[in-house]
């Protein structure tokens, strides 16, 4: 009994560990006007991140949109821990409303997860971007049950490498977030070809997911 109250306990604390800063998310976070998500799609490399975590768990990461018959998917691809290659498909959400074109989200679907956690939502907004070179993105999570929230920032390029006047542009939305630059984790697109290659769907890396309380 001790042993299962001892894991329950860790298990608890180890998804309460992701949610760092109080209260709920930011209200009205300003995101790109007028919006055009097809000059969005296809393919970016994030050079940059930002997540209120602190967790580094992986580089290489490649967003990859794909546009099929049933709707408009993200592939999210990276290398976890310097070993394995592996990929989350979620399905983007179109807002209805113009004025809340970038105002994106994307749900993941987990047939073997528990009922509640089958399919989970999260926001992802684009801040800013050109379309040809930067885009700046955001996700937040709110856990009720401890009242705190948990940010991420992806910082994309078109190319590898991001130039300067681009990045620059790219890290303007942080300010209105309170994030400082300075804390942006540089993403290692050199390396590559790790030793594994998952062909099957993980775990989403960069969203956090709350406890949920019914
Ligand atoms: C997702 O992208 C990765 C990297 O490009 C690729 O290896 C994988 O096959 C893609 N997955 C799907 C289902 O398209
Ligand atoms: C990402 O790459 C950097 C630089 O090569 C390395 O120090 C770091 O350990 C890598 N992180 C992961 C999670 O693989
Ligand atoms: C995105 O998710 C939020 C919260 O669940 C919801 O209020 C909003 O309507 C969703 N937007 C779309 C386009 O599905």
């Keep these: 009994m001790l042993k299962i109250l001892i894991l329950f306990v860790l298990s608890v604390c180890s998804v309460f560990g992701y949610f ?29 991140y930002y997540s209120t975590d602190g967790q580094k768990l992986n580089n290489c990461s490649v967003i990859q949109w794909e546009t099929t018959r049933t709707g408009i998917y993200l592939n999210q691809s990276r290398v976890d821990r310097g070993l394995f290659h592996r990929y989350t498909i979620g399905k983007l959400e179109i807002p209805p409303r113009i004025e809340d074109a970038a105002r994106l989200n994307v749900s993941f679907t987990f ?40 940010i991420y920032v992806w910082i994309l390029s078109r190319h590898q490498i991001l130039n300067d006047v681009s990045k620059e542009l790219a890290i303007k939305p942080l300010s209105a977030l309170r994030i400082d630059p300075k804390n942006l984790v540089k993403d290692d697109l050199s390396k590559c070809s790790p030793k594994y290659f998952e062909d099957m769907q993980a775990e989403p890396m960069t969203f956090r997911y709350p406890v949920p309380i019914h």
Aim: some cysteine.
């Design 20 to 48: 760092t800063l109080p209260g709920d998310c930011p209200k009205n976070v300003p995101v790109k006007e007028e919006f055009r998500l097809a000059s969005f799609l296809e393919k970016w490399y994030q050079t940059h």
């Design 111 to 150: 047939p073997d997860a528990p009922r509640r956690l089958t399919v989970r939502r999260y926001p992802f907004y684009v801040l800013a971007t050109n379309y040809n070179y930067y885009a700046t993105v955001y996700t937040c999570e709110y856990s009720p049950l401890i009242d705190k929230h948990f």
